[in-house]
């Protein structure tokens, strides 16, 4: 599996990050994605909602895609299952994204692999929320 970036590089990562777009992001109270933004947006980063069919949530406006997303974010946050992690990869790509994060369980080597090959940094298989608890004191 290739490297994820050191603790030290998360560290600085999730410092510089202020606007997090979230692939997958449920509306729905129990689900991890719902959870973990909730958690983000309490430590003071703006959560994007990135889900077809859903008005909004965690009171915040949602979006079909990315393209669709009238502002530039910081990084993208993938909830979504590893083989739907390619097409995200092209429109990262395509938009200039520089910062992509795959969640615990959500592991595709080679969209990974074209993510990094486009100077995207990328972490995979990791929580972000868990990760904020153990980098940032």
């Known amino acids: ?7 030290d590089q998360i560290r600085s990562l999730l410092r510089e990050v202020k606007t997090i777009a979230v692939v997958g992001l449920s509306p729905r ?10 958690a983000m947006q309490g430590f003071g980063y703006r959560i994007v909602p990135v889900r077809p069919a859903v008005a909004e949530v965690l009171g915040e406006k949602a979006y079909a895609r990315l ?19 390619g097409p ?22 080679e969209a990974a692999e074209r993510a990094r090959a486009a100077g995207i940094t ?5 929580c972000v929320w868990r ?3 153990d980098f940032i004191p």
């Open 67 to 85: 393209s669709d997303i009238p502002f530039p974010v910081d990084l993208v946050d993938v909830f979504r299952n590893a083989d739907e992690v």
């Open 1 to 7: 599996m290739s490297a994820n970036p050191t603790p």
């Open 122 to 126: 990328v972490v995979m298989d990791r």
């Open 29 to 38: 109270a129990e689900r991890p994605s719902y959870r973990v933004s909730r």
């Open 131 to 133: 990760d904020y608890l």
């Open 88 to 109: 995200i990869v092209d429109e990262c790509i395509a938009l200039g994204v520089k910062r992509l994060w795959l969640q615990d369980g959500v592991v595709n080597e």
